[in-house]
């Protein structure tokens, strides 16, 4: 069955930087495009980044352009979010999605 399991989130002050990776498994990884997601607390989840199979092509939120950069490695299933600059309104879980697919999601706070 399909499983996408993120990590690499915790606690980090304003200006800092993390490294989310979200391992997948029990589909072709390398034959579908991947996104990250966000949901801070009260709000809505968000999209944040996407990525082709092939990671030729990314996009990005406004809000997060510039700063985070989505990236693949098909030979491990592993999709990537580094995340530097980090500001206070980054805090939110963030989440991997294929189509109807999610992570059980990894805490991100940004905080002094």
């Known amino acids: 069955q399909v499983q996408l399991v993120e990590s690499g989130g915790g606690l980090v002050q304003p200006g800092g930087s993390l490294r989310l990776s979200c391992a997948a498994s029990?589909?072709?990884?390398?034959?579908?495009?991947m996104s990250w997601y966000r949901q801070a607390p009260g709000k809505e989840r968000e999209w944040v980044a996407f990525i082709s199979y092939s990671g030729s092509f990314t996009n990005y939120a406004d809000s997060v352009k510039g700063r985070f950069i989505i990236s693949r490695d098909n030979v491990k299933s592993t999709l990537y979010l580094q995340m530097n600059s980090l500001k206070a309104e980054d805090t939110a879980v963030y989440f991997c999605?294929?189509?109807?697919?999610w992570g059980q999601g990894t805490q991100v706070t940004v905080s002094s």
């Open positions: 029990g589909f072709t990884f390398s034959s579908v495009s």
């Open positions: 999605n294929r189509g109807v697919y």
